[in-house]
């Protein structure tokens, strides 16, 4: 959970484009899906929803002495609605949110023929002579992690030692042409695990130095210290 995955192994597929990470996690999946010892091997549901879109010809905004910034932001509010006040009935205060009607809201026809202000001037503009608006397909979510556009393939592991398991995904995953800027990378579970059997093995080596150091100081004999030090392995036994 820490590394923001509920699973055992987490492959983090990282690039720019979501169509090319589906295409990918796919591919990753194809892969890996007949290594022994892997269940509940499922890549993150990324899929298609219908959108209404609006793309602005910044060039037409330019000559309307508009910016496109601003021009978005008044999309915004309209569409999404802005907080314009409150009203207070005896002990209860209610925020008023002030949008466009749902009609208006969702029809391409209707968003084109909004009229715009144009400041300071004053003067008004139809959103269709400066943008485009359709109705189109959009992915219903995108994860980010480090900046970077994300796309986990989880698994779990059963009757099998996690490192191995890994081994074997990084050796299968070696073989993709990994397009340039895209790149995966192992968390989950197996991340943790790795960090803290690393931070127990430098805790052990200081734990030892610092043992052989109070029984130099005990004996005055190196000889005698490693000596008794020996037993440790002995009682690793």
């Known amino acids: 959970m820490l590394s923001g995955v509920r699973a055992q192994i987490a492959l983090k597929i990282f690039g720019p484009d979501i169509v090319e990470l589906r295409r990918l996690g796919g591919e990753v999946y194809e892969r890996i899906k007949n290594i022994k010892g892997l269940k509940d091997l499922q890549v993150e549901p990324l899929v298609q929803i219908p959108q209404l879109k609006i793309f602005i010809d910044k060039e037409e905004v330019k ?101 191995d398991l890994v081994d074997s995904i990084q050796t299968a995953s070696n073989t993709i042409d990994w397009p340039q800027g895209y790149h995966m990378e192992v968390g989950g579970q197996f991340e943790s695990q790795e960090k803290s059997t690393q931070k127990m093995l430098w805790l052990g080596l200081i734990s030892m130095a610092v043992i052989f150091i109070v029984l130099y100081f005990h004996f005055n004999s190196s000889i005698l210290s490693l000596q008794i030090m020996l037993n440790i392995p002995l009682a690793l036994i």
Do not use: H, W
Request: aromatic share 2%; net charge neutral.
């Open 63 to 163: 000559r309307a002495r508009m910016s496109a910034g601003t021009m978005a932001n008044d999309l915004e509010a309209l569409l999404n609605g802005y907080d314009a006040g409150q009203v207070i009935e005896g002990q209860k205060i209610f925020g008023i949110l002030l949008r466009l009607d749902e009609e208006s809201r969702s029809n391409p026809q209707k968003i084109e023929n909004i009229t715009l202000k144009i400041l300071p001037t004053g003067d008004q503009v139809k959103v269709k002579d400066l943008a485009n608006v359709y109705k189109g397909n959009g992915p219903n979510m995108i994860n980010r992690e480090g900046l970077q556009r994300r796309l986990i393939v989880s698994a779990n592991s059963e009757g099998a030692d996690l490192r």
